[in-house]
């Protein structure tokens, strides 16, 4: 059974810095690019990046870039994602997934919701 | 702001057919790789409906389905279900990079 599991809610100042984590079961973690998705409330779907865990090579989406940091550890099947300078505009639901489009490939992990307020 | 356009809300009566629009910039839909729709309901993960344009994931109704013209793909769904209200989103796949539309409620009369 494959299941990507989110690390806990996080409360942050403005300023801070977050990470979150999904760790990877069921599938080899190596076989498929990590996307990173949130969803603020009343807002949509945004996708802020994805990375290959093979070589640690990252693609984040231009609004993010020098602010989001993703990483993998291989011996634990874990990707990390790590947004700094937080805003109040951070605050929403953060979602890992492979993004693909048939088993195991279309799980996405639970959600981790990062509030931000001072 | 999103390169993909989609109306903020649609909605019908059940049994009927709505149909849900992507309209992007030349460069995130015509001539480019995929688009794939997502259904998402308030709360859970969102899941995948179509893809490539107009493919459809084991496991999906054909009532579901998506097509392509110029630079607008366009998700159908026919016979309409109130367990179908939720939030739609279309996704650009482009390389590297992937880009979300704004989204469309979906209200079942």
């Known amino acids: 059974q494959v299941q990507l599991v989110q690390s806990g809610a996080e409360v942050k100042k403005p300023g801070a810095s977050v990470k979150v984590s999904c760790k990877v079961s069921g599938y080899m973690f190596s076989d498929y690019f990590m996307h990173w998705v949130r969803q603020a409330p009343g807002h949509g779907l945004e996708w802020l990046g994805r990375i290959n865990p093979n070589n640690g090579v990252a693609n984040i989406a231009q609004k993010f870039q020098g602010r989001v940091t993703m990483t993998t550890d291989m011996s634990s099947s874990t990707a990390y994602i790590e947004l700094r300078r937080l805003t109040s505009d951070d605050t929403a639901v953060y979602f890992c997934?492979?993004?693909?489009?048939?088993?195991?490939?279309?799980?996405w992990g639970q959600g981790t919701t990062v509030t931000v307020s001072s | 702001q999103s390169a993909l356009t989609q109306p903020r809300s649609v909605s019908g009566s059940p049994g009927q057919s709505v149909t849900i629009s992507c309209t992007g910039t030349s460069a995130y839909i015509d001539g480019y790789d995929y688009v794939a729709w997502y259904q998402h309901h308030p709360g859970k993960a969102p899941k995948v409906l179509i893809f490539d344009f107009t493919k459809r994931p084991s496991g999906v109704p054909a009532r579901f389905s998506g097509s392509k013209s110029g630079n607008t793909a366009s998700l159908t769904i026919s016979g309409l279900q109130a367990e179908d209200e939720a939030d739609y989103y279309c996704c650009s796949h482009t390389g590297s990079y992937r880009v979300f539309g704004g989204g469309t409620k979906l209200t079942v009369l």
């Open positions: 997934s492979p993004l693909g489009y048939k088993y195991p490939t279309d799980v």
